[in-house]
């Protein structure tokens, strides 16, 4: 095969990857806010719920995560697609590491601006949203660049589920030109590449929303 | 013969001049204090004595032998110096002891009981002995300074450096500080030390040297470079209250 | 609770195979925690010298290794290096990729503790005389392993999880043991979720015997 058709297959490749990451880290942030806003507005029973959601989802592996939704839930009759069992594994894994960042960035919030909130008389969701949140998120980027890598590197377990990203077609080419060495390389380069990608858009977005003395490392 | 004597000591930052043919001596048992403004080189100099920075010109003299040179063994140069940083730098994952004996141990190969002991000795002469096993973050700030003395005092340093010593204590501690030097003075303990506290300087000096754009302005006796000068620069600099520095 | 009791029936018929399994991910995470941890160091180590090009080579190691799926290093000296006549066993592939990856964000963790670090105390180290190597083991490593204590253990947990993908590349761990398990017995769903709870349960252990090495190794006044 051509290395021109190598590549547009594992280009194909990397579109799938980029849907499972973008997918899972999605999940991830809906989940990981949602569980630090419930924290926030609920009490201590609630809260001890949420911890073990945590707990569970961060000791378990993504691999053995991913198989029970994939292959042990249709098992009891509920037959999720592969991105889906993708958003079920590595997204949920993803918010419950997002979660412990985004309750360490909160710690890091100044109180005494939130009292100053309450004082003023906002409700205590308006306060997460318009103080706590925004501080948080921007607190936690380094933290949330590390998430979505770990979201990133571990999209080929996509692959034993068939979604055909770019570990997978990386495999079925090692296979049939049996050139494996510059395969797999050059699909570390790609993953890479995509890496770097990210980490640039996280620094966009952090300089797009930079406030002159706050956070600055 | 001087203990220490500098000629000529040059020391550029990128292109900067901080230090500009700094030159004066330093005689065994004799203790002088370095003022200037901020930003006049001072700690700049003290760490080019024991070549924690490197030099870009001049020779050190110590008892004699140059130490500017680039064949100089630096960690033997560096162990004849007992430092008393600003900040103390006490290491915070060992007690007071330890903080002692690390040295006494790793550099000079004294057995444990041995480091021990005289390490022992250096606490109770800085009267910190009933302290040994804490650990810095439990010491107040004045503890912490005598700590640091008594870990330089360990090594049986030639000669003591003090880097703005009173800059981090209130008045009151500073005049402690004052105190434990001058103890040091009594007994004959060289020593160089860095300040721009005027009454520190007043308090246990012989030589005041006045440093300013890189270079030894005056040196005098403190009485009379802190009051009656020629220079107004100098007389203005130690006319007003040292706070205001 | 039939089918619950039928489950555990098959775990117990199997329990040969599954410990054997599970001797072997013990055995795999154990050894590249170690290797792991000693790379991390030494590649911590290297991070601190003052040679640019030498320093610019450990930032692209470490960053590459961060940033580059764990699984495609695996295949690449799995399933390519044979064509170079190069044959390793799952386990040689698992522990040398692994370590290599392991290394890498021990060592992140190790600077990020570093870079938090009183310089004055490394300043008075070196005025006291001391070398670099023992400025290094005396002052730096005993005060930037203590405050990495959290992250290090973490990767051992991490060690722990991932190692459960070695069994892509035929290494026979527990978590292959519960595929043959799950393909006998077609009870997939109990099979994978006893499997996770094995692994929670060790995680578990993990992080026990990590409480009690932080509370152990706190140094006063230091933030951990």
């Known amino acids: 095969m051509r290395f021109s058709g190598i590549l547009a297959l594992l280009l194909e490749g990397a579109g799938y990857t980029l849907l499972v990451t973008v997918s899972c880290v999605i999940t991830g942030l809906v989940t990981g806010l949602g569980i630090v806003a419930l924290r926030r ?30 292959f042990g839930l249709p098992g009891l009759g509920i037959r999720p697609s592969p991105l889906v069992s993708m958003m079920l594994s590595l997204g949920l894994v993803c918010g419950a590491y997002l979660a412990e960042v985004f309750r360490g960035a909160l710690d890091a919030v100044d109180p005494h601006e939130i009292i100053a909130a309450e004082v003023m008389g906002l409700s205590r969701l308006q306060v997460i949203l318009s103080i706590e949140f925004p501080q948080m998120l921007r607190l936690a980027v380094p933290g949330m660049l590390n998430e979505f890598t770990t979201v990133l590197k571990y999209s080929p377990f996509g692959y034993t ?57 | 013969m001087a203990l220490l004597e500098i000629k000529d ?20 048992g004799q203790t002088k204090v370095i003022m200037g403004p901020s930003g006049c080189g001072k700690s700049t100099l003290l760490r080019c004595l024991n070549r924690l920075l490197e030099p870009d010109g001049g020779q050190i003299f110590f008892r004699g032998e140059d130490v500017a040179l ?7 140069h560096r162990q004849r110096i007992g430092f008393v940083f600003q900040q103390f730098a006490l290491y915070r994952h060992l007690t007071v002891l330890e903080n002692i004996t690390l040295g006494l141990r790793k550099l000079r190969r004294l057995s444990t009981a041995a480091a021990d002991k005289k390490a022992a000795y250096q606490l109770e002469r800085m009267e910190m002995g009933a302290h040994r096993l804490k650990y810095p973050a439990h010491l107040s700030v004045g503890q912490k300074q005598r ?53 520190l300087a007043r308090h246990v000096t012989d030589r005041v040297i006045f440093l300013d754009d890189g270079q030894v302005k005056a040196e005098d006796s403190a009485e009379q470079l802190l009051t009656t000068h020629a220079d107004p620069r100098i007389r203005q600099f130690f006319g007003q209250p040292a706070a205001l520095k | 609770m039939m089918a619950l009791t039928d489950f555990l029936r098959d775990v117990g018929n199997d329990s040969a195979l599954l410990l054997g399994g599970l001797r072997s991910t013990l055995l795999l995470a154990t050894t590249i925690s170690i290797t792991g941890f000693v790379g991390g160091v030494l590649v911590f180590f290297c991070t601190l010298t003052s040679n640019r090009i030498g320093r610019y080579w450990v930032e692209s190691y470490i960053s590459f290794f961060i940033g580059t799926p764990l699984l495609v290093l695996l295949f690449l000296m799995y399933y390519g290096l044979p064509q170079w006549g190069v044959r390793l ?25 570093y ?107 230091v933030r951990g």
Request: glycine content about 6%; overall charge neutral.
């Open chain 1, 41 to 70: 507005l609920f009490g201590k029973g609630v809260a001890r719920l949420l911890a073990l959601y945590t707990y569970v989802f961060r000791g378990i592996p993504v691999l053995v995560l991913l198989f029970i939704v994939f």
């Open chain 1, 161 to 217: 589920v068939g979604i055909p990203e770019i570990t997978k077609q990386a495999m079925a080419l090692a296979s049939t030109t049996l050139r494996g060495i510059e395969i797999y390389t050059a699909v570390g380069v790609l993953y890479f590449g995509i890496y770097q990608l990210l980490c640039l858009l996280m620094r966009m977005i952090e300089r797009k929303f930079r406030v002159p003395g706050f956070a600055t490392q």
């Open chain 2, 9 to 28: 000591l040059v020391k550029r930052f990128d292109g900067r001049t901080v230090l500009n043919g700094v030159t004066f001596e330093l005689n065994e």
């Open chain 2, 70 to 76: 680039p064949d100089t063994d630096i960690r033997q």
């Open chain 2, 147 to 199: 700590v640091a003395i008594a870990r330089a005092l360990a090594m049986d340093p030639a000669v003591l450096f003090f880097d703005e010593p009173t800059s981090a204590l209130d008045p009151l501690m500073s005049l402690e500080v004052a105190a434990v030097i001058n103890q040091l003075r009594s007994e004959n303990v060289t020593m160089l030390c860095v300040t721009h506290d005027v009454s």
């Open chain 3, 89 to 113: 066993s799952p386990l040689w592939v698992s522990i040398i990729g692994f370590t290599l990856n392991v290394a890498a964000y021990n060592a992140r963790y190790l600077t990020t503790a």
């Open chain 3, 115 to 221: 870079r938090g670090l009183d310089t004055g105390e490394l300043e008075a180290a070196r005025a006291q005389g001391f070398t670099s190597w023992q400025v290094f083991t005396l002052i730096t490593l005993p005060q930037v392993l203590r405050l990495s204590i959290p992250g290090l253990t973490n990767q051992v947990i991490l060690n722990l999880k991932d190692s459960s993908i070695a069994f892509l590349i035929q290494y026979t761990e527990f978590f292959a043991q519960i595929q043959e398990l799950s393909a006998r017995n077609f009870k997939f769903f109990q099979a994978y979720l006893f499997a996770g709870i094995v692994y929670l349960g060790l995680v578990s252990v993990i992080v026990l015997i990590a409480r009690h090495l932080e509370a152990k190794c706190m140094i006063p006044g």
